[in-house]
Every structure is written in C-alpha cells, then in structure tokens.
C-alpha cells in the first residue's frame, strides 16, 4: 500500500516515499523474483493457481505525482498496480487531511493516462469519507456513484474499491459487493478480511531493505495464520 511519491520531507502522516526510495524498493522486489501487479491481475492469477512471484501494488488518492513520478519507475522495472482514485474531487486536492501538506490530485486526463498506461484505475470512492459513519444515501453515492463516475471516465469496467482511512463493518461491505465490485481493499480488517475486506501492508519512506525484509516476512506468518484457521475453524 502507498500514497504519494514525492519530496517526503514534510509528511505528518508518513504515506509518502520519495522517487528513489520507490525505485530501490521496486528494485529489490525484482531482485527477489516478485513482480509488482495490479489487484485485478493479483486476483486473476490467484484464481488460475497462477500468483507465485505477484506482489500486488496498490497507490491511494490519486495524487497527481504518481503519472509524474511513480508510473515512470513502475514502467522501467516492468510492474504494474492499482491506482484508487477520487472521481469527486478530480484535480482538486487532500482536503482530507488537516495536518498535511495540500497534494494535488489527478484529473480526468491523469486518470485516462495512468489507465492507458496499463494501470488499474479503481475507486477510492467520491470525496474520501469515511463510510462507517456515513448515513445510506452519503454511503450510495460514495460507492455506487464513483463507480459509475469511473466507468464513464474510463470507458471500462471498475472491479475495485479501497475503503478511506481503511475504516470498514459489515454495513459497508454489503454496499460495496452490492454496487458491483469484485474485490475491496482494506488495511487491517482482522475478522473481516476476505475478498471484500483485503489486507494491505503499509510502505513507507523508511522502508529499507531490511525493513521491506521484515514485512514480507511477518506478512507471510500472518496469511498462514489466516489459512490455518480457515482450513481448522
């Protein structure tokens, strides 16, 4: 899971990484044989017993810096991913966050290039609120709505969706398999989790090689974990 790609030097809630930062982190996962994919390709694959050496990639927001500077280093180390955009605040920015920096974020245009290029463009929802708290008719527009705003802006299916703030409850999950969506992205959903409830691990700036390590690693015990109870509960 990442955010924006650009100068992190000012990122209260640290959902930036710098371009090189990106570029050493993609270059590793090569080394190691994994190759970043989108989640439709992910889910595809994993349907088809086919996953062994994906790393599904997911950017959320939109942020303009990810056709500027994340796209050309996925392109260059032969990966693709999913783009989780705000079809509700096209070129506008991440009023959301009050402590952070103003990030512009993509456009229409942006949106139609990152998808050309072969990413993933899928929903983030409209405006980026959060969804457990939303009454009905706020939830339908947030998750039917940009769906269909998407699909007219793309001209292509939207299978995804990625719940803001990673907040997400049964109500929720109802609304979006409900819309038409295939899959949804979470971060921590614990009892929750399942294809309308997928698990994300955070990357960060000071994800180093050691650290990226260690993450895959843990997130490796935790699916296992995951699997034992589904086969023994």
């Not at 086919?50 to 990639?57: I, M």
């Not at 009892?191 to 260690?214: E, M």
Request: charged share 25%; hydrophobic share 35%.
């Amino acid at each position: 899971m990442y955010h924006s790609v650009a100068d992190p030097s000012d990122d209260p809630y640290r959902i930036t990484v710098s371009p090189d930062r990106l570029d050493e982190q993609l270059r590793r996962l090569r080394r190691q044989g994994l190759r970043g994919v989108s989640m439709r390709h992910l889910l595809d694959a994993c349907a088809r017993g086919e996953e062994r050496g994906l790393v599904g990639l997911t950017f959320d927001d939109g942020y303009r810096d990810f056709v500027d500077h994340a796209l050309p280093l996925l392109r260059h180390h032969g990966c693709t991913a999913t783009l989780f955009v705000l079809p509700g605040r096209l070129d506008g920015d991440n009023a959301w966050d009050p402590l952070g920096p103003r990030k512009p974020l993509l456009g229409a245009d942006g949106i139609r290039r990152a998808a050309a290029s072969g990413v993933e463009v899928a929903s983030h929802g409209l405006t980026h609120v959060d969804l457990t708290t939303a009454d009905e008719e706020t939830l339908h527009r947030e998750v039917s709505g940009s769906r269909a705003a998407l699909t007219a802006l793309t001209g292509t299916e939207v299978r995804g969706f990625c719940y803001p703030y990673g907040r997400v409850d049964e109500r929720v999950i109802t609304a979006v398999r409900g819309a038409g969506y295939r899959y949804a992205c979470a971060i921590a959903p614990g009892s929750l989790a399942g294809p309308y409830a997928l698990p994300r691990v955070h990357i960060g700036q000071s994800d180093t090689a050691a650290r990226l390590r260690l993450k895959m690693w843990t997130n490796r015990l935790r699916h296992r974990a995951l699997d034992r109870s589904a086969v023994t509960g």
